[in-house]
């Protein structure tokens, strides 16, 4: 094959798991809204979700199980063939059963159903046949579209594979927002990797420290401030009073009102403009919280403060790229 060819039959592959995306999320219609009530019910109860499949359905099923614990849902999952030799023993009632299967006919999970039925365990077929017998087992199911595979065979999983993923995810983002999970929350159960680090992150870390940030006495003139701002291309300059104690802040956006309202500003003291009581966050908080002020106050920097109120820093809101970065 040659170069057009290859990339031809790439896109082919991208181009029928795509439409396989489009349909299913055409499709999704009341079910998918009471599964999802199901499963909120279910955790609401303090029980645990349990996903189960098959070949590449496990693999699936594992990635959701843990899509799901890392928004706090409880999740496990049940190879069915252990289940039927022992494994079942993790199962308790009230518990939730989300079983995948493309054609809804896999004989282990057909064996498996009915025995959980035994534990007063819920189940959900999450299948592209809402006719199989998976669903006819089942409370009720989650079907996705797959028409036809992206292997040039029509055999190996890929755009089926893709969609049952996808339907996966979205009711894990669906019980995200309804449980009003939070970063605090996300950062709970995320305390390794570069994840965590960043939410656990010191703001001393990602501030910028003396030196690199504007600062005056309030007895400066708004154009020396001004002159102060620009050379470290800061967008607030913390003023202190005579014993360095934090005093107020001038920002960008008095600049530029005062630009409009008084002309003359420029060479009269900033104390009679700076914003008095600024917005601070103590040295050492978690930048996480210094995250939160921002999106809560809406403000584009904030000071940092040693234990006696004196400016050690200033969080720029691009420094916050350092805090989302995942």
Same mark, same amino acid.
């Given at each position: ?18 439409? +396989? ?30 996903? %189960?499949?098959?070949?590449?359905? +496990? ?17 496990? *999952?049940?190879?069915? /063939? ?7 023993? =993790? ?23 009915? #025995?959980?039925?035994?534990? $007063?365990?819920? +189940?959900? +077929? ?5 006719? %199989? ?9 989650? &079907? ?21 993923? #996808? ?8 019980? =995200?927002?309804?449980?009003? *999970? ?8 995320? !305390? ?16 910028? !420290? ?5 600062? =005056? ?14 050379? !470290? ?5 913390? =003023? ?8 107020? /802040?001038?920002? $960008? ?47 584009? $920097? ?8 004196? !400016?050690?820093? &200033? ?7 350092? &805090?989302?970065? &995942?």
């Amino acid at each position: 094959m040659d170069t057009e060819d290859i990339i031809s039959k790439g896109r082919r592959c991208i181009d029928i798991e795509a439409d +396989a995306l489009r349909k299913t999320s055409e499709q999704l219609d009341g079910r998918f809204a009471q599964v999802a009530s199901t499963v909120i019910e279910t955790l609401n109860a303090g029980q645990k979700l349990i996903f %189960s499949g098959v070949g590449k359905n +496990a693999h699936i099923a594992q990635k959701l199980v843990g899509t799901f614990n890392s928004i706090g849902a409880p999740s496990t *999952f049940l190879d069915p /063939v252990n289940a039927l030799h022992g494994d079942m023993g =993790l199962c308790r009632k009230g518990d939730l059963l989300l079983a995948f299967s493309n054609s809804g006919e896999t004989e282990e999970l057909l064996r498996l159903v009915p #025995a959980l039925k035994r534990f $007063d365990t819920q +189940a959900i +077929a999450v299948t592209a046949k809402p006719e %199989s017998t998976l669903c006819q087992l089942c409370d009720s199911s989650l &079907v996705y579209s797959a028409d036809k595979e992206a292997c040039p065979l029509d055999l190996a999983p890929t755009a089926s594979s893709t969609a049952a993923m #996808a339907i996966g995810d979205a009711l894990a983002m669906v019980v =995200l927002e309804w449980r009003a *999970f939070s970063r605090d929350d996300f950062q709970q159960f995320h !305390p390794g990797g570069s994840l965590g680090k960043s939410l656990a992150a010191s703001v001393d870390t990602i501030m910028r !420290p003396t030196g690199q940030f504007a600062q =005056l006495e309030d007895t400066a003139t708004c154009r020396e401030c001004l002159t102060q701002m620009t050379s !470290p291309n800061s967008g607030c300059i913390a =003023l202190t009073d005579g014993d360095g104690i934090l005093s107020g /802040v001038f920002t $960008d956006g008095d600049i530029r009102r005062l630009l409009l309202e008084d002309s003359e500003f420029l060479d009269k003291p900033v104390s009679g403009f700076m914003i008095q009581s600024p917005i601070t966050i103590p040295a050492g908080s978690l930048a996480i919280e210094a995250l939160r002020i921002f999106e809560k106050r809406a403000i584009d $920097d904030l000071i940092v403060v040693d234990g006696h109120n004196r !400016p050690v820093g &200033v969080i720029d809101g691009q420094d916050l790229t350092k &805090v989302r970065m &995942v």
